[in-house]
């Protein structure tokens, strides 16, 4: 036995030495993480020390271990106090940073923009829907019958003259109401039954800021055993104060559109001025909004029903004006002037 | 069209009723009111002035001293107006007056003269825009001095209507129609027009024949002599002013004030010049002309229709009267027409001649013949009053198809309580009584037991205006006034809407391009611009390619309208052109200078001539009219006045185009640096933009729940890849800015759904500003119809999936996807129950020179669902994956063999 110090006691020394001045020197997790591993990893120092245990005499094997052990516990705690100093100081160094420009625009994830003529006419669709009204969809190019005769429009009428209508090579026609949807629609479904239809209509005539030749209307008709005129009222008094999320005021005059009998000019509260009178209502407190009217007798026949049996209503209602109206686009043309900063002025979204 | 107010009130007994106020009543019973005009308003300073002597200005050639009696004093004004004469009697405007023409008279000297006030002109007063002479106040016999609206019934309101809101009323066109509107809303009795104490002759003034049945209904012709002309009185002009019409002289404006009263144009010819003794109404003859009124030289067509005597046309039937017949200062007698022109036929010749007069618009309103009768009379009635001297030397001549067989009166049955149900009305809120005052007040009889009712309707309200039982509702109602009418919910069934699939999907669309991608939505017309495709190469292109028809219009307004557009795609780029010059985005958006556009929208697409029996084709006839037994059916129960129309229109009905629901998207971005015309593209651009269109058509089949799409060029240009079906009116397989090198066509469920391809480089070199663009066509309609991926609640794998990448050394050509797919195929069943995955991941392109310098990586990703896979599972499957390669000709010689020795 002796008290001497063993040989290996120098080893030891120097192996914490060489561990703990790496880990203490260590100012990141990288250079931490290189420390640890070359002091514990397979091939660090520490390891390699404790594999010499196999080669001492079973007597020093006990302190050997213990001291070698000792060292290993020290690097672990090392590396931990150390991981703790390194992260808190980082935490500190960024808590401390001045530097950071909040003011720097803002990275990608833009929404793109829906038309707001889309918008609108889904709008006024989920309204529409939600009182009952199926949605539907017809041709541009029609034939003369569905746009004319079948809606009671015969050939001497003016509004047939070649300055309204646009004419295709061969006969058909570009619709210029949609209107010429009603005789579609009393076929597709079964009466009584209520629809809207939006899409484009096209005029023969030339264009101002606000005249286009095409624009976007919506067509409504509802088809029941009995339709008065206090029923058109009620309907479109419901419809509107949807439309303009407020409570809206209506009446009728005397309108005349062949298609329907009787026909009205519709007039609605004015929106601006409350009915107080302003310059938009002429101080009369009103504003033209849509023609509407009982579906005329020949129309359903067209479609097939019998007036003894079926009666209606029907409205069209200017989708393009009402775009106009409600974002104060004072030029038609910009709606569908292709000008993606147009529509990027609106809100994105649908 | 103007009401007159003063003229109503001869009328009807207006007392009490204050014009402003029922203007709004008027509005919602009868016609829109454009504006309420105050004529000769402000002018209680004027008073009537006679000149009493007229003296030289002692400084001025062209200026005169008139003395003026004023009644109570006399003062003497200075002149300047030609026709000054003694005796004559004017408006007096005192000084300190100012005029409704904004003139305030000054106390002034003129020429050093002093002028105490000034004699007025028409113009002067506000009354007309003539500022010939002073305003001659003949046939005024109050006292000088006498305030002038009270001398002449000088002031009146006027309602100028709306002439859209009574092409339907042609008895609206004469203010007795307007007067017998007003006192059915005011329930007062409607005076008769006053055509007494007149004596016609024995002798008819002519021979007239018509010839021109169509053209001409009813002419009725009489002759007066012993006429001498002169202007009319002050108040028949001032009347003529306030109505917007001209006066001319005595005979001419009792046409008119006839015209205006009763709403039936009338012409008076000069006697001596009609030559011969037989009017013919014919329709001209090709080449035959006639100078009129106006001075202008007609050039007459077939389908118009002339009065004509021995010599030659006179007149234009119903819309002007010829020179060599017009009345002069001369003319001693006159030959009245008041004739019953057909409306249809006036427009034809009015519209083609450029002619609207106040005459045609009122008979292509299709007057009622009966009305040109009492226009006859109150023309005559009138002559006599404002020409005393004149007589009636003939008898009234009346000829024409309405008087060999008039026609029979139109009557309605209805029911009293029909009337009333249409209305929302009860018995209580609209009694009998009511209901029998209202008609009778509009001149409609009534006859009926009971409930039942026979409804006379009155001649002029009986051509195209009231035939059925619904117009009388209206009639009922607008004299009832619709606001009292109470709103009542109506009785609906309660079923759930109906929203098309298409709808649906549309919305979905823009929701994933949109939101998703964060392109713009533009809404363009649906004609294409000629001028944009020639400038941009289309034209040429499409020519050197396959030149699709397309529909063409028969009327346009301008070159950007002549067709409608068959793709989506060449108006999208026309606007992204726009946009692109627009210039720098940079600042703007958040990609860059990338602009992205799409739209939806239909394409219109000429039908093939073996298509027009196609099923999905549109017969564009309501279905139940293309059975012979239905159509007659219908045909029968409308009036004669459509039915000829719509026989004709329902036996010409063509099926009607494609008109294929589409979508189109526009990815541009504007190259720096380079001129226009010489740049090429960086590659590097144009593979993003073209991934970026594919990501958006990828994105939108998520978004509508339909399969991946699969993207494959065409195997030869204009020809479909293998297994790929296309219906009639899809995209076109080779649109002219279609890249030949640089597209693929987009495939869903084995179906063409459509194209995606960067522009032409032809294309892109005529640009306006030098780009890129990435163009996407598609329809919708095909989309929709392939199945819709189903939803499945699957739970997720519980063990992980293990993935290794593979990079691959290859020539350039190779397909990207076609290298996945053999992978794909190689990877598949190599381990039981394990599933494959290859997914592409990245490429690197080396510019060299090397054959095989391009690397494609790919990632795999194999998966147990039953369990880990083991190093082993691994290592085979990337054997078979490698083993795929070994003879692949686009890859690497030795490449795969040296993988599986060395790495595996
Ligand atoms: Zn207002």
């Known amino acids: ?350 | 069209m103007f009401v007159s107010w003063n003229w109503i009130s001869e009328l009807v007994d207006t007392t009490g009723v204050d014009p402003k106020a029922f203007a709004e009543r008027f509005t919602l019973s009868v016609a829109e009111i454009e504006e309420v005009v105050e004529f000769g308003a402000g002018l209680s300073a004027v008073v009537v002035a006679e000149v009493v002597k007229i003296s030289p200005h002692p400084n001025a050639d062209k200026l005169r001293l008139a003395d003026c009696d004023l009644g109570d004093r006399q003062v003497q004004v200075v002149c300047g107006a030609p026709d000054l004469k003694v005796g004559m009697r004017v408006p007096f405007v005192p000084p300190g007056v100012t005029l409704p023409s904004g003139i305030t008279v000054r106390h002034g000297e003129v020429r050093g003269v002093p002028s105490p006030g000034m004699l007025a002109s028409e113009a002067d007063l506000g009354l007309s825009e003539d500022h010939d002479g002073l305003m001659e106040l003949d046939g005024c016999d109050a006292p000088t001095g006498t305030p002038l609206p009270t001398a002449i019934a000088l002031h009146d309101v006027l309602y100028e209507v709306d002439n859209k809101s009574i092409t339907h009323r042609p008895d609206l066109w004469g203010q007795v129609g307007m007067a017998r509107e007003v006192a059915a809303l005011l329930n007062r009795p409607l005076k008769p027009l006053d055509i007494t104490g007149l004596t016609f002759g024995d002798t008819p003034p002519l021979d007239v024949a018509i010839s021109a049945h169509g053209h001409c209904r009813r002419y009725l012709c009489t002759r007066l002599d012993g006429v001498t002309i002169a202007p009319s009185p002050v108040a028949a002009r001032l009347r003529l002013r306030s109505l917007g019409v001209r006066p001319i002289n005595n005979i001419v404006d009792a046409t008119n004030l006839a015209m205006l009263e009763t709403g039936n144009p009338l012409h008076a010819f000069d006697a001596s010049s009609v030559r011969g003794d037989q009017l013919i109404i014919r329709q001209a003859v090709e080449g035959e002309q006639l100078e009129t009124l106006d001075g202008e030289t007609r050039h007459l067509a077939p389908t118009d229709c002339v009065i004509t005597d021995e010599q030659g046309p006179v007149a234009l039937a119903g819309i002007m009267g010829g020179a060599n017949s017009e009345i002069v200062a001369t003319t001693t007698g006159v030959v009245l027409e008041a004739a019953s022109f057909d409306g249809a036929a006036i427009r034809k010749t009015a519209t083609r001649l450029g002619m609207r007069t106040d005459s045609s618009a009122r008979f292509e309103k299709h007057l009622d013949p009966e009305t040109a009768r009492l226009a006859a009379l109150r023309f005559c009635k009138m002559v006599l009053e404002l020409c005393p001297d004149a007589q009636i030397t003939a008898s009234l001549l009346d000829k024409g198809a309405h008087i060999d067989s008039p026609p029979a009166p139109v009557a309605i049955s209805t029911s009293r309580s029909y009337l009333r149900s249409r209305l929302g009305l009860n018995a209580e809120q609209l009694s009998d009584a009511w209901m029998d005052r209202a008609f009778s007040a509009l001149a409609f009889e009534l006859r009926g037991e009971g409930d039942e009712l026979v409804v006379t309707v009155p001649s002029f309200r009986a051509g195209r205006d009231v035939g059925i039982a619904e117009d009388l509702v209206e009639e009922l109602g607008r004299v009832f006034g619709y606001d009292h009418i109470p709103s009542e919910a109506p009785q609906v069934a309660a079923r759930p809407p109906y929203l098309p699939p298409s709808k649906l999907q549309e919305r979905a669309a823009r929701q994933a391009l949109a939101q998703g991608r964060g392109l713009t939505e533009v809404v363009l017309y649906s004609f294409e611009s000629e001028p944009f495709r020639k400038r941009a190469g289309l034209v040429e292109l499409s020519a050197a390619g396959h030149a699709e028809p397309r529909l063409r219009l028969a009327n346009h307004l301008s070159a950007d309208q002549t067709h409608l557009r068959r793709l989506l795609c060449n108006n999208l780029l026309s606007a992204m052109e726009d946009n692109l010059l627009q210039g720098n985005r940079a600042a703007e958006g958040h990609k860059g200078l990338t602009i992205g556009l799409f739209e939806l929208s239909r394409a219109f697409v000429p039908l093939a001539s073996n298509e027009s029996a196609h099923p999905a084709a549109d017969p564009g006839l309501p279905p139940a009219l293309t059975d012979s037994t239905a159509r007659q059916g219908y045909l029968d129960g409308l009036s004669d006045a459509l039915r000829e129309g719509a026989t004709a229109a329902l036996k010409s009905t063509a099926p009607l185009p494609w008109q294929p629901r589409r979508l189109a998207i526009a990815l541009g971005e504007r190259l720096g640096g380079g001129q226009q015309g010489l740049v090429s593209a960086p590659k590097a651009v144009s593979v993003r933009l073209f991934r970026e269109a594919v990501g958006a058509v990828e994105d939108l089949c998520r978004q509508l729940q339909r399969p991946a799409p699969q993207f494959k060029r065409q195997p030869s240009v204009g020809q479909l890849p293998d297994g790929l079906i296309r219906h009639p009116g899809q995209v076109d397989l080779r649109p002219a800015w279609l890249h030949t090198a640089r597209h693929a066509t987009i495939a869903v469920d084995g179906r063409f759904i459509g194209l995606v391809s960067l522009i032409h480089p032809e294309v892109r070199s005529r640009l306006g500003v030098p780009a890129e663009v990435a163009l996407v066509e598609l329809d919708l309609d095909a989309l929709l119809d392939v199945t819709a991926v189903p939803e499945q609640g699957e739970a997720p794998p519980k063990f992980p999936p293990s993935a290794f990448d593979l990079t691959v050394p290859c020539q350039p050509s190779v397909r990207a996807d076609d290298l996945r797919g053999v992978l794909a195929a190689a990877g598949d069943g190599v381990v039981d129950g394990v599933s494959v995955d290859v997914q592409w991941v990245s490429e690197y392109a080396d510019e060299g020179t090397d054959a095989f310098g391009r690397a494609l990586t790919f990632n795999v990703t194999s998966r147990n669902p039953d369990g880990s896979l083991t190093d082993d599972n691994i290592t085979q499957i990337r054997r078979a994956l490698l083993g795929s390669l070994l003879d692949h000709s686009q890859v690497r010689d030795g490449w795969a063999q040296d993988m599986i020795t060395h790495h595996s």
Request: negative net charge; proline residues 5%.
């Open chain 1, 1 to 350: 036995m002796s008290t001497e110090t063993p040989a290996w006691m120098a080893d030891i020394d120097s192996a914490a030495l060489t561990a703990l001045g790496a880990i203490e020197a260590a100012a990141t997790l990288a250079t931490l993480r290189e420390a640890e591993v070359g002091a514990l990893g397979r091939k660090g120092n520490v390891t390699a020390l404790m594999k010499r245990i196999g080669k001492l005499d079973k007597s020093e094997r006990k302190a050997f271990g213990a001291a070698a052990g000792g060292l290993r516990g020290k690097v672990t705690r090392a590396v931990s106090a150390r991981r703790e100093a390194i992260v808190q100081a980082a935490i500190a160094a960024e808590l401390a940073d001045t530097t950071f420009d909040e003011t720097l625009p803002g990275l990608d994830g833009a929404p793109g923009h829906v038309h707001p003529l889309s918008r609108v006419q889904q709008e006024l669709e989920d309204v529409f829907i939600s009182m009952g009204f199926s949605v539907l969809d017809y041709p541009e190019v029609e034939s003369e019958f569905d746009n004319f005769e079948a809606l009671n429009i015969p050939g001497w009428h003016p509004a047939r003259d070649m300055q309204d209508t646009f004419w295709l090579e061969g006969g058909h026609l570009l619709r210029t109401h949609t209107s010429a949807g009603q005789v579609r629609a009393m076929h597709q479904f079964k009466p009584p039954f209520r629809a809207v239809f939006p899409g484009k209509v096209y005029r023969y005539e030339s264009t101002d800021a606000s005249h286009d030749h095409t624009f976007h209307q919506l067509e409504g008709l509802m088809i029941g055993r009995h339709v008065s005129v206090g029923h058109l009222l009620d309907s479109m008094r419901t419809l509107l104060s949807a439309i303009f999320k407020r409570d809206v005021q209506v009446r009728l005059r005397p309108g005349y559109f062949p298609f329907v009998e009787p026909g009205f000019e519709l007039d609605i509260s004015c929106q601006v001025c409350d009915q107080k009178g302003c310059s938009v209502c002429k101080q009369s407190g009103w504003v033209e909004l849509l023609p509407c009217g009982l579906v005329h007798p020949n129309v359903l026949r067209a479609g097939g029903l019998d007036p003894d049996e079926w009666q209606g209503w029907a409205f069209g209602l200017g989708l393009s004006r009402l775009v106009m109206m409600r974002y104060g686009v004072n030029d038609i043309r910009l709606l569908m002037g292709g000008d993606a900063r147009f529509v990027e002025g609106f809100h994105p979204g649908t």
